[in-house]
């Protein structure tokens, strides 16, 4: 190919490496006010009154805004209507925005938030998510506190368990996640030609257009939004911007001011979204042969105080509670509840990694009562081609487990440091542990609503190629990978290939950018746009070589008639110019129908899956209970990779991500507030933790992709955390049940004679 599969320098590397990069917290406007937020101290409360005179008395103070002065709607929609932009009579979580406050500066704000005085009457709270449910706790909401519930049906688990030679029972929980992102919450709200310009750090700019036209009351064609330079997001920065968003155009339309709005860390830190907490209950069996029977599971996620994205969440996770294993008989019953927590949002992974965790342990435990290798235990049950999964989807296509399987296995010598590991002796131990996993691509049918994007291309007379995606970067790479599939398929340099900026009003809305789904949709989108050209192009070359039009063919960057008449691109653009025909086209991309029972759980979950498996070497000090990260195998079958280098960056960073997820991201809480405000209490692995990392990448080719591909993004950080534990495991003889295994955990099974 001529540019596919060449590891393409990032179109951005550059100006981030040399600080040129503009992020929304380098932009100031002449005359700019500073927002700040008043945040709700309780969980659940009342609000009886408020006196906000001696803060508008304050000089600098321009204005302070309530729930009454939202002239739209006071909401932030996601998925469900029930999230207000400013609590009106009744706070949810504590850290609920309560108020705006726009000052001169970000001191005159803060100092006004201090003077404005709030009178609460506390409410009972659900601290406890695995309580939520019970008839004892406090009703937040009808339903008993339940935002969804999803099940999956295939077989007969009870006959199965009957059955079985072997079953394991088990529970393990998960805790909250930071994001962590380099860059913490902004945004630059400023009136225009009778709208508002919103200029911020996010993933979804057309969500954000939503919600700004809805607080306002403004018609979404007077409201611009544009992405600036964002500095990471894995999902935190999803639904939350619009809300981010929200706070900052409502003095801004207010006021006929330009405002700006920076979260500081320790205020993102505590009313952000996060990873949701989770419980998981499952029992597994397998016949004598370590063939799996059955698998079931209760899936638990605390969803916080409102329901953002808690049911696509939950959604992803129960269609992954069976793993990545051909398992005949399967009851899956997910809930997502409310409790007055922080609301719960997007992580990279998406519900899969609590799921996985569980689900991946207890196939090692299971291991252990068949006597059977943890590796090949794996090995007999790995799903491939013409079986099926969980929801009894028959996999076609486009399955590399089993290699990845192969490679990982290979490339680590598994069974030699096994053998070399089972004879060590001393203070420090060193273990393996493997997880092997899959990833639905995309929305799926839990989001086919959203299952279309847009895109624009253009061609200069030069020959030179725009195009224009709703799509975000966000430190993926997915500009690089998408001018490099508009090159490919115009057999153009990819130098010569610029790809706008994201704006609102320059770009189709190319759906969210979320669920790994940039590299398929918009792939296929701008596909689809150069197909179009390349039609109206093939006319024209027609006629300049004197042939029809169906003897015409473009390859290698020209247009054939036959073996001996070819004319290049270049003059056939120019010759399409002018002729004044459209060299600006919009593609479109729809991801095809998924069919699905919502009773049963049955049917076409995702159209495609990506794979992995992952193999992490630990070293365990048993005087401690420190675990030392010392290499890991990530194989990751993509499809086709269409730009290694961006590949392999994404596998060590999710690979670093996940493993911080399972050794030491220790999110505290009082049971009714988040306790950590900084990178000091809350530790995130440095480049000092992180081990030697081999990716390697497996290509099975998904049919329906551009030129192969297949997303993986959110993948890389999924199974690291169970590989982990089982390293471990493996390592010391213990069971880590709950993340993250911190070393006082270890060492305390280990105190507990549980070698």
């Known amino acids: ?82 999230q207000p932009l400013l609590a009106e009579k009744i706070v949810r979580y504590a850290g609920e925005p309560v108020a705006v406050v726009a000052a001169r500066d970000e001191q005159i704000a803060g100092t006004a938030l201090n003077l404005i005085e709030i009178e609460y009457k506390p409410l009972p709270a659900v601290t406890d998510f695995e309580q939520a449910r019970s ?100 999902g935190g920065k999803e639904d939350v911007p619009s809300l981010v968003a929200g706070q900052a155009a409502l003095p801004a339309h207010y006021l006929q001011k330009p405002v700006r709005l920076i979260y500081r860390r320790d205020e993102d830190m505590i009313s952000m979204s996060k990873r949701h907490p989770s419980r998981v209950d499952i029992k597994m069996a397998c016949d004598e042969n370590g063939k799996l029977l059955a698998v079931e599971t209760k899936y638990v996620i605390d969803g916080g105080a409102y329901a953002t994205l808690s049911p696509v969440v939950l959604w992803r996770g129960a269609v992954h509670a069976a793993g990545a294993y051909s398992v005949p008989n399967v009851k899956v019953d997910a809930y997502a509840v409310a409790t007055n927590h922080v609301p719960c949002g997007a992580y990279r992974g998406f519900g ?11 196939l090692d435990e299971l291991a252990r009562l068949t006597g059977l290798d943890t590796a090949e ?73 959203l299952a279309r994007t847009g895109a624009f291309l253009q061609i200069d007379e030069d020959a030179s190629v725009q195009i224009a995606v709703g799509t975000t970067e966000m430190g993926q790479g997915m500009q690089t990978v998408l001018r490099q599939i508009a090159a490919e398929c115009l057999a153009v340099s990819y130098e010569s290939v610029a790809i706008l900026p994201v704006d609102t009003s320059r770009v189709p809305d190319s759906g969210p950018t979320v669920a790994s789904r940039a590299t398929t949709m918009s792939g296929l989108a701008i596909l689809n746009a150069c197909e179009q050209v390349k039609s109206i192009m093939i006319a024209v070359a027609a006629e300049m070589l004197q042939a029809a039009p169906e003897s015409v063919q473009f390859r290698d960057g020209c247009f054939f008639a036959d073996q001996t008449k070819k004319i290049f691109f270049s003059h056939v653009v120019k010759k399409c110019h002018e002729l004044r025909k459209p060299m600006a086209v919009q593609g479109f991309a729809v991801s095809p129908d998924t069919g699905w029972d919502p009773e049963t759980g049955q049917g076409k979950a995702y159209v495609v899956y990506a794979y992995a498996t992952n193999i992490v070497q630990v070293a365990v000090d048993v005087r401690t209970g420190e675990t030392t990260l010392e290499k890991v195998w990530a194989a990751h079958d993509i499809g086709k990779a269409i730009n290694p280098q961006t590949a392999e960056g994404q596998i060590e960073g999710g690979s670093v991500q996940g493993l911080g997820y399972g050794l030491m991201e220790d999110m505290s809480t009082n049971g009714e507030r988040i306790m950590n405000t900084d990178f000091a209490t809350y530790m995130i692995p440095t480049a000092e933790d992180a081990p030697r990392i081999t990716p390697i990448i497996v290509e099975h080719p998904f049919r329906e992709g551009p030129f192969g591909a297949k997303g993986f993004g959110e993948q890389p950080l999924m199974g690291m955390a169970p590989a982990l534990v089982n390293a471990i495991q493996d390592a010391v003889g213990v069971r880590i049940t709950e993340l993250p295994a911190t070393a006082e955990k270890v060492w305390e099974l280990l105190n507990a004679g549980m070698v």
Not at 30 to 46: I, N, Y
Request: charged residues 20%.
């Open 352 to 362: 899969s990694p609590q799921v996985l965790f569980a689900v991946e342990s207890a």
């Open 1 to 82: 190919m001529f540019v596919i599969g060449k590891s393409v320098i990032r179109n951005d590397a550059v100006s981030k490496a040399e600080g040129r990069a503009v992020f929304v917290a380098d932009d100031l406007l002449p005359g700019m006010l500073h927002a700040a937020v008043l945040r709700s101290p309780f969980p659940h409360a009342k609000i009886l009154k408020v006196d906000d005179r001696p803060a508008r008395r304050l000089e600098g103070v321009a204005a302070i805004l309530w729930a009454k002065d939202i002239p739209g709607k006071n909401i932030v929609h996601v998925i469900r209507d029930d």
């Open 377 to 449: 235990i794996r090995r007999r049950n790995l799903l491939q081609e013409g079986e099926t999964t969980a929801t009894g989807y028959k996999i076609v296509g486009s399955c590399g487990l089993t290699e990845t399987f192969e490679q990982a296995m290979q490339q680590s010598d598994w069974l030699n440091l096994k053998k070399k590991f089972s004879r060590q002796t001393g203070p420090v131990r060193h273990g393996l542990g493997i997880s092997t996993i899959f990833y639905g691509v995309g929305l799926g049918a839990g989001g086919k609503q």
């Open 135 to 234: 008839k004892t706790a406090a009703q937040i909401y009808k339903d008993r506190n339940t935002f969804s519930h999803y099940k999956i049906r295939k077989g007969d688990v009870e006959a199965a368990f009957t059955g079985a030679a072997f079953i394991f029972s088990g529970t393990f929980r998960t805790p909250y996640q930071e994001h962590a992102y380099l860059e913490p919450q902004g945004m630059i709200a400023v009136p225009e030609d009778d709208g508002l310009l919103v200029t911020g750090s996010m993933q979804c700019p057309f969500y954000v257009q939503g919600t700004v036209a809805d607080v306002t009351g403004l018609p979404l064609a007077r409201v611009r939004v544009k992405q600036a330079t964002t500095g990471g997001a894995f």
